[in-house]
């Protein structure tokens, strides 16, 4: 512990990361340029969450790492070891054990509560970049408040697929202010984004951007009257836990095209199972 | 309705030693309501240059010519595009218009272009290329494809489908055959009975004796005939 | 009655050179003025500064607005006039895919206007858009094709049809047929007579074609060097030119 400053960043950059967060949570949904430090993981690991996480921590903390709503993959234990060994926090994979979460692509499934922090690991903040590539055109985009050109994707997605196809980072308006990418989420955790008693921070490292949700903010997913915004999801119970509430993931467990549908968020799964529940995959009494 | 008093008109040619050319020199008169002109003169004696005046086709350098309460010399050009939209017609020579639009709807311009519905404009349109035998299969073509004699005709169609109060015909009978040279002729009759004031150049003097009240001699203001 | 564009003393400059220098002029409801001039004669650096894309060293461009009446463009905050150029105003670009998005749908294309201006009904939009493709031109089964899929004259159309679906007074046109085979170019033409005659459209438009600007266009200015030479009655300038430079430009071209 002696090698390293707490959480690894010195405390000038977490000045500066924290003056960025501030920032980000006085103007709800606006990205905040900060200086992204140069990380030991490469850009697309999650160097933007784990900054922001770095600049949050403080030695009493609690901390969670989910990726793709899972505590076990590789980029989720080598970020809770990082944080471990540079910080010395306590780690926990129970979602309201932890004070600060971070995750990649997912808002886990047990509502969280006030006091708690949602770190997001962000590739492009930039909910107008595949639209329109020069940053100096949507930052006067934001500032003049010029999102048309949103929708001229979910029209092309109803175009072109008959309904809004857009299944995961969709976009929403904050505040009725800021069109924001909420990182790509699936579009089911969207309504989650909004009114959270937790506040929510966005950390992109290779973009050098940083925005937030503080809690309770309004967060209105883009559609049209006519193509109402649909938080969808595979249509079944979970094989392990049989809860038809969560975000599945669809597993091929043989070479026949066998297939099982389990919760996307491992700690949710186990503890339903730890309750008793079970799905028709794993004893089957739970089948709904 | 149409007045000119003491009007001329040089052509500087900036290109060929700045050489000035006097051809219209001190012109005056007028012609009323009903009335129909002829400007006669040789060949080259400015009868087509006067007319384009008074079209303002060729800006003029001194004098006044009013059409009705306009004074075309001195008049902004969205007032000459106005006049010309809704008081003064003119009936070239030479068709001039978009390629590919088609005969019906070339004749029908002038009527839409004064706010006429497209029904209204079209059925006059109809009425008038009957009356000058366009046959009915080339109505929905280009006339730039025609023959010179039909394009003519197609011209004069389009010149006579709003009910101009004062109108510039220029040769309005040329390359006609006797049938259509009188259709022609009574519309001109028609116009003049409505109170059409019409200045015409005429070569084909049996038209020019039945339609025109007077005849004016440009060449008597041409100075370079004159000499 | 009040000009809907009143230009006055507009000046730009590029270092030493004079891109174009004290043009004034105004331009009245319904009319299309031409701009005509040779390569550098300081006519699209002139559209430019009038259509807000170029800041002039000094001038006025004077718009009759909807709500307030005549208002200085250049003096106006950026907001407004950008969204000026999303409502009353429209630039057609010579090359097409300037003024398209490529990787847009025609139908996206065309409805970008309307969702930038609020609408937010997916039929209603797709309705509007598949209206504009047939006024012109564009076959309607076309709707959800790229514009690369399309022909140089059909790109051409598009951007007309995504710039007028708005309904502006005002069309600022850079070339427009510029690069068209003739044939298109008629075609174009036509349509574009058509449409300012039916929405009452004001348009300025910047060519060095003069038969471009003989059929389409009411008024004309010729600019040489940064500065209007002669401006008139487009017959009248193309007819009887009175300049020297207006003299030679018409009789450099073949007849037209």
Redesign the interface.
């Known amino acids: 512990m002696t090698e390293y400053n707490f959480a690894y960043l010195d405390e000038q950059t977490k000045r500066m990361i924290r003056r960025a967060i501030l920032k980000g949570l006085a103007i709800p949904g606006y990205q905040v340029p900060f200086a992204s430090r140069e990380m030991p993981m490469p850009y697309g690991w999650g160097t933007g969450g784990v900054q922001v996480s770095a600049a949050v921590l403080t030695p009493e903390d609690t901390f969670k790492v989910i990726d793709q709503g899972a505590d076990d993959t590789t980029n989720a234990v080598s970020i809770r070891t990082f944080f471990e060994r540079t910080a010395g926090v306590n780690t926990t994979t129970t979602t309201s054990d932890a004070s600060v979460i971070q995750t990649r692509h997912r808002i886990p499934e047990e509502p969280l509560s006030a006091g708690q922090i949602l770190v997001y690991q962000v590739p492009i903040p930039e909910p107008l970049r595949f639209?329109e590539p020069r940053e100096s055109e949507t930052r006067?985009m934001h500032s003049?408040e010029?999102y048309?050109?949103m929708?001229?994707k979910l029209?092309?997605d109803?175009?072109?697929h008959g309904h809004i196809a857009t299944s995961y980072a969709y976009p929403v308006k904050v505040e009725g202010r800021y069109v924001m990418d909420p990182s790509p989420i699936p579009k089911f955790d969207n309504p989650k984004l909004g009114d959270m008693a937790a506040v929510q921070l966005f950390g992109a490292g290779r973009e050098q951007r940083i925005y937030a949700l503080p809690p309770y903010t309004q967060v209105v997913s883009l559609d049209?009257?006519?193509?109402p915004f649909e938080a969808s999801k595979a249509g079944h119970p979970c094989g392990m836990c049989g809860a038809i509430d969560s975000y599945l993931d669809e597993l091929i467990i043989d070479d026949a095209g066998g297939r099982m549908f389990v919760c996307s968020d491992t700690d949710y799964c186990e503890a339903r199972q730890a309750a008793g529940h079970m799905g028709k995959d794993n004893g089957g009494k739970d089948a709904a | 309705m149409i007045d000119l008093r003491n009007v001329s008109k040089t052509f500087t040619l900036h290109n060929q030693g700045s050489a000035v050319i006097e051809v219209i020199n001190d012109v005056s008169f007028a012609v009323a309501p009903g009335e129909c002109v002829s400007l006669t003169g040789a060949s080259g004696a400015g009868k087509s240059t006067l007319m384009r005046m008074i079209y303002g086709n060729y800006l003029t350098q001194a004098g006044e010519i009013r059409i009705g309460d306009v004074d075309l010399v001195q008049a902004a050009p969205r007032e000459v595009i106005a006049l010309r939209r809704e008081v003064l017609g003119y009936v070239s020579q030479f068709l001039r218009v978009v390629p590919r639009v088609p005969t019906l709807d070339v004749v029908a311009e002038p009527l839409r272009a004064v706010g006429g519905t497209e029904q209204d404009a079209q059925a006059r349109a109809k009425v008038l290329l009957t009356q000058l035998n366009i046959p009915q299969r080339l109505w929905s073509l280009s006339p730039t494809t025609f023959s010179g004699g039909e394009q003519q005709r197609v011209n004069i169609a389009r010149g006579f489908a709003h009910p101009y109060p004062a109108m510039l015909l220029d040769e309005p009978t040329a390359s006609l055959d006797a049938a259509n040279r009188e259709v022609v002729l009574s519309l001109i009759e028609d116009a003049k009975a409505r109170g059409a004031a019409i200045i015409g150049i005429f070569h084909d003097e049996a038209a020019r004796a039945r339609v025109c009240d007077s005849e004016i001699d440009v060449s008597r203001f041409t100075p370079g005939v004159a000499a | 009655m009040t000009p809907l564009l009143s230009v006055q003393g507009i000046s730009k400059r590029y270092g030493t050179h004079i891109g174009c220098t004290d043009v004034s002029f105004d331009l009245y409801p319904g009319e299309v003025m031409g701009i005509v001039g040779e390569s550098g004669s300081g006519k699209s650096t002139l559209l430019n500064c009038m259509a807000g894309h170029l800041t002039p060293d000094g001038g006025q461009v004077i718009f009759d607005t909807r709500t307030d009446g005549p208002r200085d463009t250049l003096t106006m905050s950026e907001p407004e006039r950008r969204m000026l150029g999303r409502t009353d105003w429209a630039f057609v670009h010579q090359h097409a895919r300037d003024g398209l998005r490529m990787g847009v749908s025609a139908g996206g294309n065309v409805g970008e206007r309307l969702m930038a201006v609020g609408e937010r009904h997916y039929g209603d939009i797709r309705d509007k858009a598949t209206d504009w493709l047939g006024r012109v031109e564009i076959d309607a089964s076309r709707v959800d094709d790229r514009p690369t899929t399309f022909s140089g004259g059909m790109q051409q159309r598009l951007q007309i049809a995504r710039n007028l679906v708005t309904g502006p007074r005002l069309v600022f046109m850079d070339e427009p047929t510029g690069g068209l085979d003739v044939s298109v170019q008629a075609r174009l033409l036509d349509l574009l007579r058509g449409l300012v005659r039916d929405m009452g459209l004001s348009a300025i438009i910047v060519t060095h074609d003069l038969a471009v600007v003989r059929l389409l266009a009411d008024r004309l200015m010729v600019m040489k060097s940064g500065r209007v030479v002669e401006a008139g009655l487009t017959d009248q300038v193309l007819d009887d030119p009175q300049h020297a430079y207006s003299q030679l430009l018409v009789s450099s071209v073949l007849q037209v």
């Open positions: 639209l006067k003049l010029e048309g050109l929708h001229v029209y092309e109803i175009s072109h049209f009257d006519d193509h």
